[in-house]
């Protein structure tokens, strides 16, 4: 029997997961005494994203918002794995609160027509400094409370 090394393109499916492994039937060692070839197995390790986090099918982020859009309502623009949908949160919305947006989350596998969720946790995003109006509003905001 004779060893060659050989590059193989493998396409990778869509939905696949952390940790799942591809089976290339024939692709692997010779077989013995002549026989057929066995399968190379390849494990997938799907590298960290800086923004979404994947739970199944599910696609979970933080989504930072001021604490004027929490507190008056606001349309934000969400960043999905698909492009950035418009979302409308509620006046009132609390740090915590969780939006599910359907259909927007990682394609199953299985069925290329079904996609998990996207689900934004809203945080609140102080700034670091303020101009001196936005200083003396802020103020006269905490003496109103």
Not at 41 to 63: A, C, Q, W, Y
Not at 68 to 94: C, F, M, N, S, Y
Not at 97 to 114: C, E, H, I, T
């Amino acid at each position: 029997a004779v060893r060659k090394n050989q590059t193989i393109k493998v396409k990778i499916p869509a939905g696949i997961d952390d940790g799942q492994a591809l089976n290339l039937r024939g692709k692997g060692n010779a077989g013995l005494d002549g026989g057929p070839a066995g399968d190379l197995l390849i494990t997938v390790f799907v590298k960290p994203h800086p923004l979404f986090e994947r739970d199944g099918n599910s696609v979970l982020m933080e989504m930072p918002v001021s604490f004027a859009q929490a507190a008056l309502g606001a349309e934000i623009e969400v960043p999905t794995i698909d492009g950035r949908v418009k979302l409308t949160i509620p006046e009132g919305t609390q740090p915590g609160s969780v939006f599910r947006l359907r259909g927007k989350g990682m394609v199953s596998m299985k069925d290329a027509n079904v996609h998990g969720d996207h689900y934004a946790t809203i945080e609140i995003a102080v700034p670091r400094s303020l101009n001196r109006t936005a200083r003396q509003k802020l103020m006269e905001y905490k003496e109103a409370c």
